[in-house]
């Protein structure tokens, strides 16, 4: 079993500003990709930036160049730096761990809103 706790969430101006943090526990050896994913109000739940065990990342289009994940495997964290926040990025934001076993966890979820 893995779990997930995301935070780091809030309220932002357009322009701002925000790093989420996810802290996994639990048999995080077998992480194979962690990542995070959006979900916005009326849309379906995408992927935001994902890193995969060897270290490699992967962005959606829309985030290149605004936002970073990044992951300190001492601290069992990944972080997602998010700059230049549209309203378009208000949103819950997921951390989502994939295992070498083929197995899936989320975290509960944490809301990020950008104001105009």
């Known amino acids: 079993q893995v779990q997930l706790v995301e935070s780091g969430g809030g309220l932002v101006q357009a322009g701002g500003s925000l790093r989420l943090s996810c802290v996994a526990s639990g048999k995080t050896f077998s992480t194979n990709v962690i990542g995070w994913y959006r979900q916005g109000p009326g849309k379906q739940r995408e992927l935001v930036a994902q890193v995969m065990r060897d270290g490699r990342t992967d962005y959606a289009d829309s985030m290149k160049g605004r936002f970073a994940i990044s992951r300190d495997n001492a601290k069992n964290t990944v972080y997602l730096q998010m700059n230049s926040l549209k309203p378009e990025d208000t949103a819950v934001y997921y951390c989502?761990?994939?295992?070498?076993?083929?197995?899936?966890?989320w975290g509960q979820g944490t809301q990020v809103t950008v104001s105009s």
């Open positions: 989502k761990l994939e295992t070498i076993f083929g197995g899936a966890y």
